[in-house]
């Protein structure tokens, strides 16, 4: 008996992983079309992200599997950080102070329910 799996990575996504694993463990373990409805009504950025990055999941299980959606969870959300754009902020008395501007990478798995 072998699960069907599926994937989809987003990578070097302008956004702090901290921000994205927030949504992350809401949505893990749900139905496709139910964490989609979940995301959609979501006031962050990260919520927009993750939502494409799972819509081309559910696409990759359908075009290249020829899965249900309707049978699929998410199985996992894995966020980790990418590398970060370093940029610098003028301070007082002519100093200046690092700024790290995070990304992430987003990896979405969905797998069939077995019944």
């Known amino acids: 008996m072998s699960v069907m799996e599926v994937k989809a990575v987003s990578r070097y996504v ?3 992983p901290q921000k994205v694993r ?4 809401v949505i893990k373990g749900k139905a496709v079309e139910t964490a989609l409805d979940t995301l959609k009504f979501m006031p962050h950025k990260a919520a927009g992200i993750v939502g494409k990055t799972l819509r081309s999941a559910a696409a990759n299980a359908e075009q290249n599997t020829n899965l249900d959606i309707d049978d699929m969870i998410v ?3 894995i966020v980790d950080q990418g590398p970060s754009l370093k940029r610098y902020k003028a301070r007082a008395r002519g100093r200046g102070t690092r700024i790290l501007k995070r990304t992430s990478h987003i990896t979405v ?3 069939e329910v077995s019944e």
């Open 14 to 16: 302008r956004i702090s």
């Open 75 to 77: 199985r996992n959300l």
């Open 109 to 111: 798995v969905l797998a």
């Open 22 to 25: 927030k949504l992350a463990d």
